[in-house]
């Protein structure tokens, strides 16, 4: 029978960047994913890396992703793409702008000097397409930027690879074995596999693997759609991500196009990703109050893929208690791609050296029966 030390399940950025932390200690790792390498929500993503969030613990995350970006090529060998265009928060509501001071202060005192607040006349400067008659300010932070999804995660899948983790494609796991309370291994469509060490990695489908050890790990898939125009001009590539906090509605440069998205809260869960046109023709409506010039912009192309929230917005990293020899990797709400470097390397030190080089104890698993939920609030 096979058999690996680890076995990581999907092979989203979580995955292939925890393969690849792996990987380099030297731990004998199988990655399985059942359809193709980060083909699921990662490929589905806008590629945003921001450290404006607001909880702390986010943002020391996100600080350490950014650092992993802007050395991915020295350390993997391959482009991150990754562009620090800057994000441009922007607020109309007076409640955002009093969250937002809050949110500065702390973003300053964990060492985010780089952010600042931007008013309307500078906001239009740096967005010439901007309509700010109703803003009310703007935080901008300058090493925010977008990657390229598809770059970093086969970078990390292939950097892997080349360290010796195996990575498989079309295979599914179909189930775990336990004995007194420790994982012995996995089945899946292609055989079984020994081994006591499993990493739930599986995105919007976590709650799935969950399952197969007992547990509810609440995590919920909830569709989320982007349309892309044709060549725009008038939005250049060193427009920042731009983000309009009351609706969600974001946008930036895409190639010589422009790529918009919007949230639809009010959707229930579910894993259906067919574009709903009705709603692309809300966000449009929305596109067109905040940047009036989008409304000339022809669609190339739309799209939708899951978000995988969990009820405060956080991930889920490291040990699951009740189960020896189980671990989550999942449920980062939206905000799974910017993430996936820094947890991958945090939860391969939490695993190989019990301790991490940045706490991440406020995302164990544990604080859903505690009930100790602290909600990140700056979600898109
Ligand atoms: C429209 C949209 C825009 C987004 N924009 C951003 C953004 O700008 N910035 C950002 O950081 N994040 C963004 N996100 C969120 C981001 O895409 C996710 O948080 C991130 O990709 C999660 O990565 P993952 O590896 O956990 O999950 P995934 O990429 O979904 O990988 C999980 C994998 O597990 C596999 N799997 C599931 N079950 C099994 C099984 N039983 N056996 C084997 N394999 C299995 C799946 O096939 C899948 O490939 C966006 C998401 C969407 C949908």
Known sequence: MESADVVIVGGGIMGCALAYQLAKRKVDVLLLERETLGSQSTGKCAGGVRQQFSTEANVR???LSVKLLEAFEEETGHPADFRQIGYLFVFTQPQQVEDFRHNMDMWHRVGLTE????DPAEAAKMVPVLNVEDVLGCTFCPTDGIASPADVTSGYAIAARRL???LKEGVEVTGIDLAAGRVQGV??????????????CAGAWAA????MVGLEIPVLPYRRHIAVTGTFPTVPRTTPMTVDFRTSLYFHPEGDGVLIGMSDRSEPPGFVT???WEFLEKMFEQAARRAPALAGA???TAWAGLYESTPDHQAILGPIGEVEGFWCAAGFSGHGFMQGPAAALLVSQLLLDHKSEI?????AFERFARGALVTERNII
């Open 164 to 166: 010796g983790a195996r």
């Open 61 to 63: 995350v996100q600080r």
């Open 187 to 200: 089945r899946t469509s292609a055989g079984e596999i020994a081994t006591r060490m499993v990493v739930n």
């Open 115 to 118: 952010a600042r607040w931007v």
């Open 208 to 211: 799935s693997i969950g399952r």
């Open 298 to 300: 022809g669609v190339k």
């Open 274 to 276: 067919d574009v709903n």
């Open 359 to 363: 706490d991440i104890a406020p995302f």
